[in-house]
């Protein structure tokens, strides 16, 4: 099996692979949010909200900040570029495919449509 070293595309593939976290994402693209109300929001515990947000700051998608008692998440910086060029080549690459394979398909097709009834 052939394995790829890209441990930051690894690590945000696998942050986004949980609907939780993804809506996290959405959540504070509407602007920051402490854990807390994120906790509440998605109704889970606090511990719960936690690993999720620490798993997005290992991909670098979520920062975090705190201010006395209260640590504030905030979306990182990095963005996604690095993932949204890697799905848009291997996009192309299924469409080409996807594109020969209509080729061939249509004619077979009309290759039976020529054939004489028997």
Do not use: W, Y
């Given at each position: 099996m052939v394995q790829y070293d890209c441990p930051p595309l690894d690590l945000s593939f696998a942050a986004l692979s949980d609907a939780t976290r993804?809506?996290?994402?959405d959540q504070l693209g509407q602007g920051d949010a402490s854990i807390t109300s994120l906790a509440d929001t998605f109704q889970m515990t606090l511990t719960g909200m936690k690993k999720h947000i620490q798993v997005?700051?290992?991909?670098?998608l979520v920062v975090t900040q705190k201010v006395g008692r209260v640590r504030t998440c905030k979306l990182g910086k990095r963005g996604l570029g690095a993932e949204a060029e890697w799905i848009e080549a291997h996009r192309k690459l299924f469409e080409t495919r996807f594109e020969a394979l209509d080729e061939i398909i249509s004619e077979l097709e009309k290759e039976g449509n020529d054939e004489?009834?028997?």
């Open positions: 993804r809506g996290i994402i997005l700051e290992r991909a670098g004489p009834a028997s």
